[in-house]
């Protein structure tokens, strides 16, 4: 009796264990950083609220991060990959919800899952798998840009969209609607982006990536008007006009097509 009474306390103590382990992996953990990126912890203050990040930190969900001017940092769960761009302040409320106060974001995984997104004063969910990135607007929204992905995204009052790979998605107001969708220009977002390129490793889904690239320029045709700017009010957005319909270039988007693929 004694021994099976001493077994038991060895299982539970290694069941203990493990799920502690499996817990505390799942919390976003530092695995790069380039620039200066701070932590505030919530539950301090004063000075002693404020630390420099570290790579390996763990982020606990009374804690901000604060990216400078050209910074930038890469975290990571057991089940995404998330980015934070130069000059965001964002909160991880647990390993499947961000607040995001300003800047941009980008979070891809593999394994489908509901994810949700807020903002000053918006929220919405999203569910599924994919690559997106979140930019902050003026009047307290965000911009949801899925480079590729599927599956849904909600708001309290819009009801549900599906997700399209290079269809932008304002949300805003409070409660939460949709404002309108626009295509954007993948190539040249994938040209220009930093939370994609201003980092040393290339996200997993990048074959993914690749192929939302190219099914976008099979269906439009290179035919972008726009770019999309920032939403100062809930009846405004920023708009600049460029190029004609004919004026993409084929080849550039077949060669980056290519490079992602490594043909």
Same mark, same amino acid.
Not at 58 to 79: C, D, F, P, Q, Y
Not at 108 to 118: E, M, N, Q, W
Not at 199 to 214: Q, S, W
């Given at each position: 009796m004694i021994a099976l009474h001493f077994i038991f306390k060895i299982n539970f103590a290694v069941v203990f264990t493990t799920a502690f382990f499996l817990h505390a992996q799942n919390k976003p953990t530092v695995k790069f950083l380039s620039g200066k990126v701070e932590l505030v912890d919530s539950n301090q203050s004063g000075e002693d609220a404020i630390s420099i990040l570290e790579i390996n930190s763990?982020?606990?969900? #009374?804690?901000?991060?604060?990216?400078?001017?050209?910074?930038?940092?890469?975290?990571?769960? #057991?089940?995404a990959i998330w980015r934070l761009g130069s000059k965001s302040l964002c909160k991880w409320?647990? #390993? #499947?919800?961000?607040?995001?106060?300003?800047?941009?974001?980008?979070?891809?995984?593999?394994?489908?899952?509901?994810?949700?997104?807020?903002?000053?004063?918006?929220?919405?969910?999203?569910?599924g798998t994919g690559t997106i990135i979140i930019e902050t607007t003026s009047n307290g929204g965000f911009k949801f840009i899925p480079l590729e992905g599927s599956g849904t995204l909600s708001t309290e009052k819009g009801g549900s969209k599906k997700v399209v790979g290079?269809?932008?998605?304002?949300?805003?107001?409070?409660?939460?609607?949709?404002?309108? /969708?626009?295509?954007i220009d993948l190539l040249l977002m994938l040209k220009s982006s930093r939370l994609l390129n201003?980092?040393?490793?290339?996200?997993?889904?990048?074959?993914?990536?690749?192929? /939302?690239?190219?099914?976008?320029?099979?269906?439009?045709?290179?035919?972008?008007?726009?770019?999309?700017?920032d939403a100062t009010t809930e009846k405004d957005l920023q708009m600049w006009k460029f190029g004609s319909e004919n004026s993409s270039d084929t080849s550039k988007s077949e060669g980056l097509f290519n490079k992602i693929f490594n043909r």
């Open positions: 763990s982020i606990e969900s #009374n804690h901000i991060v604060a990216s400078g001017k050209g910074s930038r940092t890469e975290l990571e769960t #057991n089940e409320i647990s #390993n #499947n919800e961000c607040w995001l106060h300003s800047g941009s974001l980008l979070y891809s995984s593999d394994i489908k899952s509901s994810i949700i997104i807020s903002s000053i004063s918006t929220r919405a969910v999203f569910e290079g269809r932008l998605i304002l949300v805003m107001s409070n409660p939460s609607q949709f404002g309108d /969708a626009f295509d201003s980092f040393p490793d290339t996200l997993p889904r990048v074959r993914h990536i690749g192929m /939302a690239l190219y099914v976008q320029q099979v269906r439009l045709k290179g035919k972008y008007d726009a770019l999309i700017g």
